[in-house]
């Protein structure tokens, strides 16, 4: 699952985070620019979330996980998946009583982990799979 002691395995981990920093910026990005040219809320947010979508396949298949065979229907249903577990962890992390603030952030983080392995194994399969 994660070779613990493959630079290879570190380097795509990496990868796979500094995408996401750059992905998160971009989705961000887009909903702030859409709601400042006054665009309804919502509407910005499904946007942006869709252009996201679409900005985070081609970061992750050229970048984090280059060299990788790409899925596009898989990476469509792991996204749906994704999304559930980020609300479903932040609601249970809000029900322990943590601020929405920092159940947003412990969301982020949990379900990034999971989403790395995700990917991994069944989006960006190996050129030999």
Do not use: C
């Amino acid at each position: 699952m994660f070779e613990w002691k493959s630079p290879a395995e570190w380097k795509r981990l990496l990868r796979y985070y500094q995408a996401g920093v750059v992905n998160t910026a971009f989705g961000y990005g887009s909903f702030a620019a859409l709601v400042a040219m006054g665009m309804n809320i919502y509407l910005a947010q499904i946007l942006a979330h869709t252009a996201g979508m679409a900005f985070n396949y081609i970061t992750f298949s050229h970048y984090a996980f280059r060299g990788h065979r790409p899925s596009l229907g898989r990476y469509l249903g792991s996204y749906g998946v994704n999304y559930l577990l980020s609300l479903g962890s932040l609601a249970a992390l809000v029900h322990f009583g943590l601020s929405p603030y920092v159940a947003g952030l412990g969301s982020i983080v949990v379900v990034s982990i999971i989403n790395y392995f995700v990917l991994k194994l069944f989006v960006f399969r190996t050129q030999d799979a």
